[in-house]
């Protein structure tokens, strides 16, 4: 597919990914509202208060709190707490205009390199589903530094700040990315209808395995290595200093580790084996997806390997969340409390993900060229 067939569906998803988040942020002030108390209840309510504030223009109490008590009284008062809210305001500009600034170009070599014809549908949806929460993640951590100087307490433990705003309004990103996601592959189906069938990249099957067992020992390494109690504790508490960098714990956590476990101890044996099956699922399906991408893009580069190697992440992180979700909608009541944990470990996948691709990129590159020396051997 060329690249004005692409961006037509790259840009038709971006923006109605970006308006459909900027309607959820707009409707975050309705749920304050009594009728939506009674029909959704009060915890229900509270909930999707929290998770859409990150995308609504309605500043939090503390940046109006924040910028009274700098600014004193009369006229300075006011005069500073505009400046926070339109620094709040900026913010969300930046948001929602980084939201189709990421989207774009990862949703462009998508539909390019796996464009959704017969056989690669499915996986071009997902794809472009798992692009959407990056992009949306990547979005809200461009944009959080505006958004912490609003409130009043940007040289306050700045990094503890940064790693909790980069991981807010992941929820909203798993429904409107979706829907974001099978926007961009109708549109993309319709482009590609009158021309030829793409051709499948030639991948020999061991090569391919032995790529993708590269690759997910990559996510393994941040998946039960680094995220052991004792290993990530020692990563969270390791680093500390004074000034306005200080106690990168909280971001390290975020941006390190895909999950948290550890031994059996103090829990039942039964349920310890249960919840590793949950992290052994998430391996599995990053494994497969690494094991089929070759073969499915056009043409196995660096970036769309990157890129694939990402979203194989972010997807099994989201299968592994949603099976943890019947495991744990078998003892608690099924409400939004079971989803809450949608979307964890996007930000951890930022950095795993890619690398994951390069090294499965590599892999192949290195047993193709192998293979090339022991045919010029032979000959």
């Known amino acids: 597919m060329t690249y004005r067939r692409a961006v037509i569906p790259a840009l038709v998803g971006g923006v109605l990914l970006t308006a459909l988040l900027w309607w959820a942020g707009a409707s975050e002030s309705a749920l304050r509202l009594q009728g939506a108390t009674d029909v959704l209840g009060a915890q229900a309510a509270a909930d999707l208060e929290r998770w859409l504030a990150p995308w609504s223009y309605d500043p939090p109490a ?87 100087a609003s409130q009043g307490r940007g040289s306050y433990r700045f990094l503890p700040q940064l790693a909790a705003v980069s991981s807010s309004g992941r929820q909203v990103l798993v429904a409107t990315a979706l829907v974001a996601a099978v926007a961009t592959v109708l549109t993309a189906r319709i482009t590609a209808e009158d021309t030829d069938p793409p051709r499948r990249e030639a991948v020999p099957v061991r090569a391919a395995r032995l790529a993708a067992t590269a690759g997910t020992a990559v996510i393994a390494l941040s998946l039960v290595v680094l995220s052991y109690h004792s290993v990530a504790a020692t990563l969270q508490t390791a680093f500390s200093g004074g000034g306005l960098l200080s106690e990168p714990g909280d971001l390290l956590r975020q941006w390190l580790l895909l999950g948290a476990w550890g031994g059996p101890a103090g829990a039942p044996l039964d349920d310890w ?52 979700m019947l495991v744990d909608g078998t003892q608690l009541r099924w409400d939004l409390y079971a989803v809450a944990g949608f979307g964890n470990g996007v930000t951890a996948a930022l950095l795993w993900g890619p690398l994951a691709g390069l090294a499965t990129a590599l892999t192949l590159r290195v047993l193709a060229a192998r293979k090339e020396t022991e045919r010029t051997e032979e000959t």
């Open 62 to 148: 503390s940046s109006s709190l924040g910028a009274a008590v700098s600014g004193g009284i009369g006229d300075t008062a006011h005069s500073d707490s505009s400046r926070y809210l339109a620094l709040h305001s900026t913010a969300l500009q930046i948001r929602f205009a980084a939201v189709l600034v990421f989207f774009v170009p990862g949703a462009l070599l998508l539909v390019r390199r796996l464009p959704p014809v017969r056989g690669r549908l499915t996986a071009a949806l997902l794809a472009v589903w798992a692009w959407g929460l990056v992009a949306g993640t990547l979005a809200v951590t461009v944009s959080a530094p505006w958004l912490i």
């Open 273 to 324: 084996l249960l919840y590793r099956a949950v992290d052994v699922l998430l391996l599995a399906v990053v494994w497969w997806a690494l094991r089929l991408l070759p073969g499915l893009l056009t043409r196995a580069t660096v970036p769309a390997l990157a890129v694939g190697g990402l979203c194989a992440t972010v997807l099994g992180l989201l299968t592994s969340q949603f099976l943890r």
